[in-house]
């Protein structure tokens, strides 16, 4: 049983440590996906949100595991059920415009065996296609061609990409 001194240092611990937590930073996190049809085409949206194509994938919310966000945003955006495979890229991104620094990732959805399934299921989305890698990387912002490339090359044997520009400079 443990002594009243214990729960007191147990106590002042967790409150030692509770104040720490509550001045270390609280990332943004996105989580991309690449998915491939039988062609070895890639899946592209356009978002309604932006005025470019992306790559399908959304926004961490509060707690939430990376790949639990992969499957809420294709479940919400294209009513698809996947489980995302491997992480595929990893990205700091540092602080541009009123965003703050965030952790970019690209996990790898697979392939579609019937992409006739997809529909755009809450508004998000403008539409979606599975393109050549040649047609994303005229549709995708550079930097973001520049992430889906790296992905693509773990998919062909490569290793697990790790990228920390100095600013969104670095990215264009």
Do not use: C
Not at 32 to 52: N, S
Not at 104 to 119: A, E, K, N, Q
């Amino acid at each position: 049983m443990a002594s009243l001194n214990d729960r007191q240092d147990s106590a002042s611990r967790l409150a030692h440590l509770a104040e720490g937590n509550a001045k270390q930073a609280r990332k943004r996190a996105a989580v991309d996906l690449i998915l491939r049809d039988h062609a070895g085409r890639i899946l592209v949206v356009d978002p309604v949100y932006k005025p470019d194509w992306d790559l399908p994938g959304g926004m961490v919310e509060k707690n939430e595991p990376p790949r639990q966000t992969a499957i809420r945003e294709l479940r919400e955006e294209l009513d698809l059920a996947v489980t995302p495979g491997q992480l595929l890229h990893i990205e700091w991104v540092p602080p541009h415009g009123p965003w703050d620094d965030m952790i970019s990732m690209i996990f790898d959805g697979g392939v579609i065996s019937d992409p006739s399934t997809l529909r755009l299921a809450d508004g998000e989305l403008r539409a979606a296609e599975f393109v050549e890698p040649e047609e994303a990387a005229a549709r995708l912002r550079p930097y973001v061609w520049a992430r889906a490339e790296a992905a693509l090359s773990v998919l062909h044997g490569a290793r697990l990409n790790y990228l920390e520009p100095t600013s969104l400079q670095d990215k264009a």
